[in-house]
């Protein structure tokens, strides 16, 4: 493995408050996306694409039970998705994972005209946004 760039991202925490619903939701959707099972302990799991992983954990130390992307703190995650039809398909599938569309009536073009995305949460009030490559820019 060749050394990861400096700056690049390591790892991502995430604190959830139940673990099982979280590997339902996140274990799909990040297998999905080519992301390996990487680590597993009695409260949290982690999922691993290159030198990057993610933690998902069930801390005793939380001070709520669920998540409020609008409040200090991380929004959402966003993932490059090969091309509209892989945004459809994972949109399609998602809520068999415990997912729901988020701005339906503007997918999939809630992030305006120029892009393509499912922007999806789950019942825990995370989100994540999964966005079509963009075809290069004219020269």
Do not use: K
């Amino acid at each position: 493995m060749t050394r990861p760039t400096t700056g690049a991202l390591h790892h991502v925490e995430i604190w959830v408050p139940d673990l099982e619903r979280a590997v339902t939701s996140f274990g799909w959707l990040l297998e999905a996306l080519g992301y390996a099972p990487f680590q597993s302990w009695a409260d949290g799991r982690s999922w691993r694409l290159g030198a990057t992983y993610l933690v998902f954990e069930r801390s005793p130390a939380l001070t709520a039970g669920r998540h409020d992307r609008c409040r200090p703190g991380m929004n959402h995650l966003a993932f490059h998705v090969e091309d509209r039809h892989a945004v459809e398909a994972l949109a399609a599938e998602a809520p068999r994972h415990g997912w729901s569309l988020m701005f339906p009536a503007r997918h999939p073009h809630a992030g305006g005209e120029r892009t393509c995305a499912a922007y999806l949460e789950n019942a825990d009030g995370f989100e994540v946004e999964l966005v079509a490559a963009s075809p290069a820019p004219p020269d």
